[in-house]
C-alpha cells in the first residue's frame, strides 16, 4: 500500500500543471498547487523530488540525441533502414526551421521542470511550504537549486535566437544570453553544495561548476571546481529510463528506429584499437548493400524488460578529462597525460605517450572526450569551443522554436 501511494505521488508531480509564478508556457504546464503539498509529510517530499528528476529526465535524451544529430557524432541518411524523416535532416545539415518538432521538441519541457523547480524555489524561502525538519528542508532546497540550474544549463548550451543569437527567455523576458544562463545555473549549483554535507554530491555538482565554466572559456574557475568534483569510484549521476519511461536513443538512433546513424570513426576508433570497444559501444548494419553504425550503448536487458544503460550526466572520467585540458590550456596543475591515462586505464585501453590540445596529427584531448563522452549529447559543445564544426555556416544551435518566438513580444 505504502508503494502504490508513492507511485501516486510521483505521477501526480511529474504530470504537467497549470499557471503559478512563471506565466511563459502553455496553460496546464508549470503549476504547483498548494493543496497538493505538504512537505512535512517524508512522502509527498521524495514524490515531489522523485517528479522533478523524472521531468529531467524525459527532457534530457531527446535533446541529447538531437544534439548528436546537429553535431558530427551522428548522421541522417534515407539509406540507413528507418531513417524516414525529413526533420531529422534539417537538423544533420544544420539547417533548421523554428516550427521544426525534432529540436523544438524538448524547449517547453525544459521551461517546464524549470518552472517547478522555480516555483518550489520561492515558496520554500517565502514559507509557504513547511517541512517536518531542517533536513528535509535542505534535502529540497538542494534538488530545486540542482534542477534550476539545471535547466538553464540546457537552455544556455542548446538553445539560440533563430538558431544564431545563443540563450533563451524565461517568463516571456528579453532574451537571456547564454553566458548569463551558465552564470544563474553555476551560481544555483554553488548554493545547492550548501545544502548537502554528502561529499559525493558536492563533489559532483563541482563537477558540474567545472563544465559551465569550462564552456564559457573561463578556465582558471574550471580549474578550480574540477579540482574539487568527481574522483575515480565516484558514481555517475545518471538520467535513468525503462520500457514505459524510455530512453530516447533507443527510440530515435538505436535499437528501436534509426532515424540517426552513428558516424562510421567510431567503427575507425575501434578497428584501430580495438580495447575501445570497453567504452565506444556501436553496433553494424546493412541495408541493401548498405554499411553503417548505429549506437548500441543504449539497450534493453530482454530478461528485466528494462533500459540497462542509463544516460550518465557527470562522470569521474568526464572530470579528469577537464582537468587534463585544463592543464594543457595552462589553467591547471597536473599531468595531464596521466590524467587521460587513467581514463583509458579504466577500460583495460592501452596508454598514450603523448596528449595535445591540437586537434589534428597526434593523440589529442579533443579525441579523447569524442571517444569518452559519445553519444551524451556534449560533441556539439566540443566542436564548437574547439572550431570545428563540420557545417559551414551552418547552425550550431538549436532555434528556438516559432510558438515562443510569436508569443514573446521581445523576440519579434
Known amino acids: 500500500m505504502k508503494k502504490l501511494t508513492l507511485l501516486l505521488i ?30 512535512s509529510s517524508p512522502a509527498i517530499l521524495n514524490g515531489f523530488l522523485i517528479g522533478l528528476q523524472v521531468d529531467m529526465e524525459r527532457t534530457v535524451d531527446e ?36 516550427d521544426n518538432t525534432v529540436p523544438g521538441g524538448p ?38 537549486h540542482l534542477y534550476g540550474g539545471q535547466a538553464r544549463y540546457l537552455l544556455a548550451t542548446y538553445y539560440a535566437l533563430r538558431g544564431l543569437t545563443p540563450g533563451s527567455p524565461i517568463d516571456k523576458s528579453p532574451l537571456i544570453p ?11 549549483w554553488k548554493l545547492a553544495i550548501t545544502q548537502t554535507t554528502d561529499v559525493k554530491q558536492q563533489r559532483m555538482v563541482s563537477s558540474l561548476i567545472a563544465r559551465a565554466y569550462l564552456f564559457m572559456g573561463q578556465y582558471p ?10 574522483i575515480q569510484g565516484d558514481a555517475p549521476w545518471q538520467a535513468l529510463y525503462n520500457v514505459t519511461n524510455e530512453n530516447n536513443y533507443r527510440v530515435g538512433a538505436g535499437q528501436i528506429r534509426v532515424q540517426f546513424a552513428a558516424d562510421n570513426r567510431f567503427g575507425d576508433y575501434i578497428a584501430a584499437t580495438p580495447s575501445e570497444a570497453n567504452r565506444i559501444k556501436v553496433l553494424a548494419k546493412t541495408n541493401k548493400g548498405y554499411n553503417y553504425f548505429i549506437q548500441n550503448k543504449y539497450i534493453v536487458d530482454p530478461v528485466g524488460l528494462t533500459t540497462v544503460t542509463p544516460i550518465d550526466l557527470m562522470t569521474w572520467q568526464e572530470t ?34 603523448s596528449i595535445t590540445l591540437s586537434t589534428t596529427g597526434q593523440p589529442s584531448i579533443y579525441e579523447e572526450r569524442d571517444k569518452e563522452l559519445c553519444f551524451r549529447g556534449l560533441r556539439l ?29 521581445y523576440l519579434q
Open 221 to 230: 574557475e574550471a580549474a578550480t571546481y574540477a579540482a574539487q568534483g568527481m
Open 381 to 409: 559543445v566540443d566542436q564548437r569551443r574547439f572550431g570545428k564544426f563540420h557545417v559551414t555556416g551552418g547552425m550550431q544551435y538549436f532555434p528556438i522554436p516559432r510558438g515562443e518566438v510569436t508569443r514573446n513580444p
Open 10 to 39: 510521483v505521477m501526480l508531480f511529474a504530470l504537467p500543471a497549470c499557471q503559478d509564478y512563471v506565466t511563459d508556457l502553455d496553460p496546464l504546464t508549470n503549476q504547483i498547487r498548494d493543496k497538493d503539498l505538504d512537505f
Open 107 to 144: 524547449f517547453t519541457p525544459i521551461h517546464q521542470f524549470r518552472a517547478k523547480a522555480d516555483t518550489a524555489l520561492y515558496k520554500i524561502n517565502a514559507g509557504i511550504y513547511t517541512f517536518a525538519d531542517t533536513a528535509s528542508r535542505k534535502k529540497a532546497l538542494y534538488s530545486v
Open 320 to 353: 579528469q578529462l577537464m582537468l587534463a585540458e585544463l592543464v594543457l590550456r595552462g589553467a591547471g596543475t597536473g599531468d595531464a597525460l596521466a590524467l587521460v591515462n587513467g581514463v583509458r586505464a579504466f577500460y583495460s585501453i592501452p596508454a598514450l605517450t
Open 63 to 98: 535533446l541529447s540525441v538531437n544534439s548528436d544529430g546537429l553535431s558530427d557524432a551522428f548522421y541522417f541518411n534515407l539509406r540507413v533502414l528507418g531513417a524516414t524523416f525529413p526533420q531529422y535532416g534539417e537538423v544533420d545539415v544544420a539547417n533548421m526551421l523554428e
Open 178 to 188: 547564454s553566458p548569463v544562463l551558465y552564470a544563474d545555473a553555476i551560481a544555483r
